[in-house]
């Protein structure tokens, strides 16, 4: 047994690689895919800034890791075998879903295959009376909580902002008239769930708030930081003149998705690197069941397991499936009447029923627009300032408190949010953007039951046989993912073919041709 202790380690090792590249993948969307849909920047130019950003929040995770780590099974009542065999299977069952998912475009919860899997594994090798029931709850609870907060909020911040600046993005004196107010209030969020939520265990961070927000009361000095925020953007503008205010919300845009980046790497780290890390810290220090209770609660994760789990995710940023799901995205919350997504017939008969009341409204977004090369503008700037602002700001909020939720729930409730209260679901495709809406909700709901009852099996196999269970498992792995791979492809070159150029006949789009339109 303490050969299976060190090969599924040394696997585990090996799939926590994979995993993170995956969670990378699939959540690369939920980061750059508003600045990008409002072609702020380009998407590479967006993926290396998120990429900086997803890293240094992934030093700063070990609050959530905890949570992941040891919150959803007991250790203390299982075998160093079986919380291996526990740990194992969550890759051999994730890294397929998620891979899957990616390449059909479609955004996954990473954090509820995570909780899931675990969920799953854990029940069948150590019995349900063994499960943290509350606080799988608990996460449940704030993944499903984030997803209500995340739409109304971004719905009303987006109606009152929209209110005041209307379709007037890029006109000088409506700017300089509601800019100020508008940018000061977003940096204000920002810098309070960012700083004093998501960061609230760091030390300045602690002594800040106990001897200037206790002391002087919060909602005083977050009325003080408004103020002095909208002043220097007025400043700003003023003494800019003629140029800043074009670009003003451009960059509340960036500064928000290089917040949500650097929550994204705080929270869903432990969607990738908890299990691997846990197993690993097992091998080491784990050799006698009875050392278990003490590895498994007490032994901190290395900072530069952290960094290296930040790195790898930041890599799968740049793949061709994140651009797959990045445009998926981008043309579900779209303000052009036309795009290129792919929904069930029954989602969008759903669709076309819920939004038969909706069809005499006027759409509140600007109208759509090209760029200079003939890229369409999803979103405009302010749009996306509020998407990744609100974004940002419930992760945060999240990590602060140690809980994994979801960071792609919490973005596309945004998107969708934002998208209702602008009224971009009233023409046109609404009836395919919508369905393919509900698909991917339909999907999250899929993808949990999926995770538990595979993870549960898998789990099973690898304990019951064990290193001829991890070659079979691993077998079924890699063969799940080249049959996955086929069916995208074919998916990909179906809805999404590369528009000819002037005189050329129509392509077929390749992975290494399709371009996020």
Known sequence: MPDFVALAALVGLGMLVWDCVEVGRNDAAN????????????????????????VLGAICSSPVMETARKG????????????????????????VLLYAFSGFGMPVSTTACLVFSLLGAAFVLSG??????SKVGEVIAGIVMSIGITGLASFL?????????????KDRETILLHGPWIAGAMFTWLTW??????????????WIRGEVFELYGEWFVLLVLWGFFTLLTHLLLVVTHRHFYQYLFPVTAVCGMVCMAFAFGQNDLANAASPGLAGLTLWRHGGAATNLADVATQIPLPVWGLLACGLLMAAGMFTTYAQRVTRAEVNTG???DHVALYAPGWCRALARRVLGIHRDAVPLAPEP??????????????????????????????????LPVSTTYVAFAAVLGTGFSDRVFVRGDADLKVGRAIWVVTCWFLAPVIAAVSCGGVAMTVYKFGAPGLAICLGLNLTLRRYFRQRADAHERRYHPVEPKLGEPALIATPQLADPQ
Request: glycine fraction near 6%; proline fraction near 2%; avoid cysteine.
């Open 128 to 133: 349900p009376e063994n499960v943290m029931w």
């Open 369 to 402: 627009e090209l760029t200079d090369d003939g890229k369409k503008v999803h979103y405009d700037a302010l749009r996306a300032s509020v998407i990744t602002g609100v974004g940002a700001s419930v992760i945060a909020f999240a990590s602060g408190r140690g």
């Open 193 to 206: 769930f960012m700083v004093f939520k998501g960061l609230k265990n760091v030390a300045i961070v602690q």
């Open 31 to 54: 980061l750059v895919n508003a600045v990008f849909g409002a072609r702020v920047l380009k998407r590479r130019t967006a993926v290396r800034i998120a990429a900086v950003a997803v």
């Open 334 to 336: 779209s303000q052009f």
């Open 157 to 169: 911040i987006m109606r009152v902002f929209r209110g005041a600046i209307r379709d007037k993005t």
């Open 72 to 95: 959803i099974f007991d250790p203390r009542v299982v075998t160093v075998q079986s919380a291996m065999a526990i740990y194992v299977s969550v890759y051999f069952v994730d890294t």
